[in-house]
């Protein structure tokens, strides 16, 4: 029983495509995140949930569009996507009040062809 | 300047040896530091969990957070293959619980 799982883990699709990662936690957490790590490992917030609610957005072109159905669910959609889109994303979870660390999915590696 | 500087290495060391693994940071509100280890094609897992100054062990593990000098160090003693992976170190202030600052990660090369 994973705590944090995502799927799929791999995407291979052509540019210009939409495609869809889903993300589901059995933690209990009420705040939800995707991140995006590049090849040399860095890990880059993307948006972050909390009860449903979108409280991160950063800098991020608005062809990503997350979307959380509820508090156990983040799902991340992402239109027309470009070679640069290419990386592994990470959905991750926690509880905001506790302060609780950051617990992570597997990853979907994406290829953008 | 980046909040949260790691050396990417890779470090690689033999078995056995103990292993010093570093961040340093610039913002002094950081009172909360994690450790994660990441094996490839996986996600980072959570290794330790620290509040504040002091150390905290959990088997081979050893966080140690010098908060006067904003360095953290992870140690590992008798290293082994297993622990070949990029080790992540990442902070939290107070009151901002969802805003995780994340080194770079260094990668171990444990050597049989």
């Known amino acids: 029983d994973t705590a944090v799982s995502q799927t799929p883990k791999y995407l291979v699709t052509q540019m210009g495509n939409d495609k869809s990662i889903k993300c589901e936690q059995n933690?209990?957490?009420?705040?939800m995140y995707w991140y995006k790590q590049d090849s040399k490992k860095f890990l880059k917030i993307m948006f972050s949930y909390n009860n449903k609610e979108l409280i991160i957005n950063e800098t991020v072109p608005n062809r990503f569009s997350p979307k959380s159905p509820d508090k156990a669910h983040l799902n991340l959609h992402i239109n027309s996507l470009e070679l640069g889109d290419s990386a592994v994303y990470f959905c991750?979870?926690?509880?905001?009040?506790?302060?609780?660390?950051?617990?992570f999915g597997n990853g979907t590696r994406l290829t953008v062809t | 300047q980046k909040e949260v500087e790691q050396d990417p290495g890779p470090l690689s060391v033999p078995e056995g040896a103990i292993v010093s693994l570093n961040c340093t940071y610039s913002n002094s509100a950081f009172q909360y530091f994690m450790w994660y280890r990441q094996y490839s094609r996986k996600g980072p897992e959570l290794l330790m969990y620290?509040?504040?100054?002091g150390n905290k062990e959990d088997g081979r593990f050893t966080a140690q957070v010098d908060k006067s000098s904003k360095y953290i160090s992870l140690f590992i003693r008798d290293s082994q293959p297993s622990d070949s992976a990029t080790y992540l170190c990442?902070?939290?202030?107070?009151?901002?619980?969802?805003?995780?600052?994340f080194g770079s990660g260094t990668k171990l090369n444990v050597k049989p």
């Open positions: 991750a979870s926690s509880q905001m009040e506790g302060n609780s660390p950051l617990h």
């Open positions: 933690l209990g957490h009420d705040t």
């Open positions: 620290t509040y504040s100054s």
């Open positions: 990442a902070m939290i202030r107070p009151y901002n619980f969802n805003k995780f600052y």
